[in-house]
C-alpha cells in the first residue's frame, strides 16, 4: 500500500512541474549587459526598466563593476518580451543600512545626472525580445 502512496505522490509532483513549464505566462527575455558613465563602468548600483505600456512589471537589476543582469520576480529570470524605459543609480543600496534601527542614514552624492534617476528623463529604452538580450548603455 505505500507503494501505491508513493507513487501516486510522484504522479501527483509530475503533473504540477510539467503543468508550470507552461503555465501560459508571459513570454520572458534574459537580460544582461553593461552601463558606463563617460567611458567607465559604473562600480555599483541598480538599473530599472519600467514598461512604456504600464501593463507589464517592472525589472530592475544590480549593477557591479559595470555589469548587470535583470530580474522580474527571481534572480536572473529577465523581463517580459517589450519596449521600456530605463533608469539608472550609481548608490549603492549597502550604504543604506545603518548599523543602529533609528539611526539617520547617510545617503552617498550620485555622480551621475540626476535625469539618469527618473525612467521618464533619461532618454534611454531597451527593446526585450524572446530569449537571451544583451543590452548595454553609455551615460554621457
Not at 60 to 77: C, H
Not at 86 to 109: E, R, W, Y
Amino acid at each position: 500500500m505505500p507503494r501505491v502512496f508513493a507513487a501516486l505522490g510522484v504522479a501527483l509532483v509530475l503533473s504540477l512541474v510539467s503543468a508550470g513549464c507552461d503555465s501560459g505566462g508571459p513570454v520572458m527575455g534574459r537580460v544582461s549587459g553593461t552601463v558606463t558613465y563617460k567611458g567607465k563602468p559604473i562600480e555599483k548600483g541598480t538599473i530599472s526598466f519600467s514598461p512604456t505600456d504600464g501593463q507589464r512589471p517592472s525589472a530592475t537589476g544590480t549593477i557591479t563593476n559595470g555589469s548587470y543582469t535583470l530580474q522580474t520576480t527571481e534572480p536572473g529570470d529577465g523581463a517580459v518580451v517589450g519596449e521600456y524605459r530605463v533608469a539608472f543609480s550609481d548608490i549603492d543600496s549597502a550604504q543604506l543600512n545603518t548599523d543602529l534601527p533609528g539611526m539617520p542614514v547617510k545617503v552617498a552624492k550620485s555622480a551621475l545626472p540626476k535625469k539618469y534617476s527618473n525612467p521618464g528623463e533619461s532618454g534611454k529604452t531597451a527593446k526585450v525580445d524572446k530569449g537571451g538580450n544583451t543590452i548595454n548603455f553609455e551615460l554621457d
